[in-house]
């Protein structure tokens, strides 16, 4: 009976590791996490990149009140980007070719170090627009005017020098 239940638990673990292959999504109260998957030919991944241990305090103090929902980076970077609405915003959500108004800032993955500060003084951007990093694409579909969003941007999806976490607030939608 051991041996049964054994082999049923294997196979269980198995199917759920490979069913994480394209995009995996968790739903809490008011978060969710998502993972996408940048095909090959696209870009080539960067080498591992290790978050050193810290506690990502400034991450914490721009998230304020959301801290508790951050996905805190630790260990090898993820090869995916991954998707954490710490808020959901109320505002219409924002669609191809939309003007909108964000503030950001990024960090290091590996240091934990301010990389971008757009926070204060939101940036006017239209979707579509080749101005951010490619993990932006995937990391702002769907997402409501007033959402807080963390992304983790794998190297290959952001300018290519390292791994990135992004807290994006985005402010205003304008539909055209």
């Known amino acids: 009976m051991k041996f049964f239940i054994s082999i049923v638990l294997g196979a269980l673990l198995a199917l759920q590791v490979s069913a994480c292959g394209g995009i995996e999504s968790t739903a ?10 940048k095909t090959a030919e696209n870009a080539p991944e960067s080498p591992d990149e ?3 241990a810290n506690d990502w305090g400034a991450l914490k103090r721009y998230a304020g009140r959301y801290s508790k929902r951050l996905l805190i980076p630790h260990g090898v970077h993820p090869t995916r980007v991954v998707i954490r609405d710490l808020k959901t915003g109320k505002g219409p959500v924002i669609a191809p070719n939309d003007p909108f108004w ?20 939101p940036e006017s ?29 794998p190297s290959s999806w952001a300018y290519g020098t390292g791994a990135l976490v992004y807290l994006v607030n985005l402010k205003r939608v304008e539909s055209t």
């Open 125 to 153: 951007l239209v979707w579509n627009i080749n101005k951010v990093v490619d993990g932006w694409w995937p990391g702002l579909r769907g997402m409501h005017e007033g959402g807080i969003r963390e992304l983790i941007v």
């Open 50 to 52: 290790v978050a050193r």
């Open 102 to 121: 964000v503030a950001y800032v990024s960090f290091a993955y590996t240091t934990g170090d301010p990389f971008e500060r757009v926070w204060k003084q």
């Open 28 to 37: 809490g109260s008011n978060s969710t996490a998502t993972r996408y998957t």
